[in-house]
């Protein structure tokens, strides 16, 4: 029974002095530690040498493609379609009769109302020889002169209809599908079809009010749209005078050929609008930039440790952004890890 204990015994002693030395030898080693200023082993990460360059400033934007012109084709006066001079789909030229409205009635009023101007006619030059014989008043000259301009008026307002009754189209372009046909009765309030200029179409597209002081009509933007990789060009001819108060933009608008008839107006436009070049400047990688509260930050390698760095960047790519302040030329940036990147850690640096 005392040599079991006293095995227990020297067992305690023995676990009780291994205890003992790993304790103090990790107080050593921390201490060690703590001497040198090691906070762990440095990560490594990869980097870059900031350089500067001349930048090409693009604004990416998304616009509207619109026709050049457009009127929806009324007759201005009802009755029965007589004819249809027009292929649905096909182009028409400017002054081009598309379409004729029965005018019979009106011919009857107009041959009506010529009968009724040539006997006016004569009564005024019988009153005025009357007025210079003396034998009638200044008055009832001027009653018979007053007919007769009555007359005249009455056949050019019959004249008037009887042209609105052959509707012609106001410019050239393509014309749409028909609502009509021969022998519909027809109203001003019934659109006989869509006439649509597209040898020339308008882009339309709003801008942040901070890039208004640097467009300027006669600048060319480049464009394409959805389903083609062509890319088209397009000039700017018009900006709104002023900033929409809503949503803080300022409305464009450019127009672009359409000779091959490629483009089709009410379809979207992805829009490159070239700004001012800035030379001397810093692009850099966007997935070097770190968004925190207030603004965004950077970090670059400075004696080994990682140095974290608040940045003013703008105009973004897909793949780079312009830094305005906060790097400088030489810098070297880390581009991987960021995210979980701190401040002062010790990294080790690759640079590409």
């Known amino acids: 029974m005392k040599v079991k204990n006293l095995v227990y015994a020297l067992l305690i002693i023995v676990i009780g002095g291994f ?16 001497k040198s200023g090691d906070k762990g082993a440095p990560i490594t990460v990869n980097g870059i040498i900031v350089k500067t360059s001349t930048f090409d400033n693009n604004l990416s934007l998304t616009g509207s493609i619109e026709a050049n012109e457009q009127v929806e084709i009324h007759s201005e006066v009802s009755g029965i379609v007589e004819g249809i001079y027009f292929n649905e789909g096909s182009n028409v030229n400017k002054g081009q009769v598309l379409f004729k409205v029965n005018d019979i009635e009106l011919k009857a009023q107009l041959r009506q109302a010529t009968t009724r ?17 003396e034998a009638i008043s200044q008055e009832e000259f001027d009653v018979a002169k007053a007919d007769h301009a009555s007359a ?17 189209a106001p410019f050239s372009g393509k014309i749409g599908l028909r609502s009509i046909s ?24 709003s801008i942040p009010e ?14 394409t749209v959805s389903g083609s990789t062509k890319v088209y060009t397009a000039k700017i001819y018009a900006i709104e005078p002023e900033v929409a108060v809503a949503t803080r933009t300022l409305q464009i608008r450019a127009i672009a050929d359409n000779t091959d008839g490629k483009l089709f107006p009410g379809t979207f436009a992805d829009i490159k609008l070239p700004l001012n070049i800035i030379k001397d400047a810093i692009v850099i990688p966007t997935e ?7 603004g965004k930050k950077v970090f670059i390698s400075d004696m080994g440790k990682a140095k974290e760095v ?4 703008t105009t973004r790519t897909d793949a780079s952004i312009l830094v305005l302040s906060g790097l400088k030329a030489g810098d070297t940036l880390i581009t991987s890890g960021v995210m979980s990147l701190k401040n002062e850690a010790p990294v080790k640096v690759k640079v590409k």
Do not use: W
């Not at 205890?19 to 703590?34: F, Q, T």
């Not at 070097?288 to 207030?294: D, E």
């Not at 608040?310 to 960047?313: H, K, R, S, T």
């Open 19 to 34: 205890i003992a030395y790993r304790v103090v030898s990790n107080k050593n080693k921390n201490d060690e530690s703590k």
């Open 117 to 133: 101007e040539g006997l006016a006619a004569e009564n005024e030059r019988r009153a005025k020889l009357l007025l210079q014989k």
């Open 152 to 168: 005249q008026a009455q056949s050019q307002l019959i004249r008037a209809q009887i042209a609105k009754t052959s509707v012609k």
């Open 182 to 205: 021969p022998g519909t009765y027809i109203t001003p309030t019934v659109v006989v079809a869509k006439l649509v200029n597209t040898g020339k179409l308008k882009i339309t597209f």
């Open 210 to 223: 901070k890039y208004a002081s640097q467009v300027k009509t006669g600048s060319t933007i480049e464009f």
């Open 288 to 294: 070097a930039i770190v968004p925190v509260q207030g």
């Open 310 to 313: 608040m940045v003013d960047a």
